[in-house]
């Protein structure tokens, strides 16, 4: 029976495997199963259409959606020492950081840039989940460091965007060594005056939590997202008890006073722009790229072309009437 296997099969197989959906054009939610298509997924930020969960959201993603016509400029980060500690789990450590330079496309787990939300003027830093679980290592470390320096010489806000599994265990004590690096680079902030806000995402864990992520002056975390610094599942297994519904979630910090605001992804932009605008005190938020009426100066011009409709007059008598008694 050659004939099936080298004939009929592969005829059968080129005819399903061409009616099979690729990959890449649709994302599974996480949360509730629903088949979501790529395009419209992305045009919703990574936020699940049906039931409203937040997906992991690159920070190249994340910042062409911020900044205003999604133009932004990327701050340099000075690269660290390349595998310090020699360090071999089963693999070796520069292996497993070129697989995700190569998952990614991007150097390491952290981007900044500076650029401007609705006319604000900012600098913003995000972290990768996706690469390497958004671990805390020297890079990040210079990152945030780099993203300080560059908002101290600018003298704008600066909005951090935290995710992270927490430090990079195959830099060793050295990656620990980035928690008081960065509350210095958080408190460089401080002392020129300039706000420095927080978006914490899901998740933010660890020596992350611990360390620059929870130093904002304004703490806002997206919905549902997980804020820790060691997980439930270690929390449970240590103290024999069951821990409360929804416990380190987002909504359950708000409630206990660990968190300024929950925001939807969606509704980030406004809600920041808003808050730095308040704090640097530049004025109200406006909306659309039209010049601002006031700027305009034919109204003056205008108004007898408009005059002439009977409505427009009647109002005008009124407080005539009113001046001569
Ligand atoms: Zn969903």
């Known amino acids: 029976m050659n004939w099936i296997n080298n004939y009929v099969r592969p005829k059968i197989n080129s005819l399903f495997s061409r009616r099979e959906v690729p990959e890449n054009l649709w994302t599974k939610c996480d949360e509730c199963g629903q088949m979501l298509f790529h395009r419209e997924l992305k045009d919703n930020l990574r936020v699940c259409t049906n039931c409203g969960h937040h997906m992991h959201i690159a920070p190249r993603e994340r910042f062409q959606a911020l900044f205003d016509g999604g133009a932004f400029r990327e701050v340099a980060v000075p690269k660290p020492v390349d595998d310090p500690l020699r360090f071999r789990d089963q693999k070796r450590y520069p292996e497993r950081l070129r697989a995700a330079q190569k998952a990614s496309n991007e150097t390491e787990a952290m981007l900044v840039a500076e650029g401007e939300i609705y006319r604000t003027p900012i600098v913003a ?4 989940f996706g690469f390497m679980a958004g671990s805390m290592g020297m890079y990040v470390g210079n990152a945030i460091v780099a993203a300080a320096e560059r908002a101290v010489e600018l003298q704008r806000p600066l909005v951090l965007f935290s995710a992270a599994g927490g430090a990079r265990m195959q830099e060793g004590i050295l990656s620990l060594m980035q928690m008081p690096r960065t509350t ?5 902030l401080r002392e020129a005056g300039l706000p420095y806000i927080v978006v914490l995402t899901h998740p933010t864990t660890g020596g992350v939590t611990a360390s620059y992520a929870m130093l904002g002056d304004v703490q806002i975390a ?3 997202a997980l804020i820790c610094f060691a997980g439930p599942r270690v929390i449970e297994q240590t103290i ?6 929804g ?6 910090l708000l409630d206990h006073g660990m968190l300024d605001r929950v925001t939807p992804r969606g509704a980030l932009k406004e809600e920041l722009a808003t808050i730095l605008r308040m704090l640097t005190g530049l004025g109200p938020l406006v909306h659309g790229d039209l010049p601002r009426p006031e700027v305009e100066p034919q109204p003056v011009v205008a108004e007898p072309e408009i005059r002439p409709e009977p409505q427009a007059e009647a109002p005008e008598e009124a407080p005539a009437e009113d001046s001569r008694t």
């Open 240 to 245: 024999r008890e069951t821990l409360p519904e």
């Open 222 to 224: 997206e919905p549902n």
């Open 247 to 252: 416990f380190q979630r987002a909504e359950y």
């Open 184 to 188: 210095v680079a958080v408190e460089m």
């Open 125 to 128: 830093a995000a972290q990768d």
